[in-house]
């Protein structure tokens, strides 16, 4: 089992930015994909940044150029840097691991993002 853990969410307003961090723990191996989703009220989960071991990124259209995600692998750590917030951005924040067949996802963390 994996376990993950997501911390820096909060309020901010419209143009500010947010770091949020994950910590992975349990039976992490390599080769796997790390990222965050997110859940906006009403609305179906999405793909916000997705970063493999070896650092292919990949990234929704909606937080190209405003969202960097980065990871450390010695520390099974990923980070979400969000800048140039919008009120669009509300949601919970999903941190999400993939090894082979098996996905794991965090509980979440809030982001509100006041106009």
């Known amino acids: 089992q994996v376990q993950l853990v997501e911390s820096g969410g909060g309020l901010v307003q419209a143009g500010g930015s947010l770091r949020l961090s994950c910590a992975a723990s349990?039976?992490?191996?390599?080769?796997?994909?790390m990222g965050w989703y997110r859940q906006a009220p009403g609305k179906q989960r999405e793909l916000v940044a997705t970063?493999?071991?070896?650092?292919?990124?990949r990234y929704a259209d909606y937080v190209r150029g405003r969202f960097t995600i980065s990871r450390d692998n010695a520390k099974n750590a990923a980070t979400l840097q969000m800048n140039s917030l919008e009120p669009e951005d509300t949601a919970v924040y999903y941190c999400?691991?993939?090894?082979?067949?098996?996905?794991?996802w965090g509980q979440g963390t809030p982001v509100t993002v006041s106009s």
């Open positions: 999400t691991v993939r090894q082979g067949d098996d996905d794991y």
């Open positions: 970063m493999t071991s070896g650092g292919s990124t």
């Open positions: 349990g039976r992490i191996f390599r080769g796997n994909i």
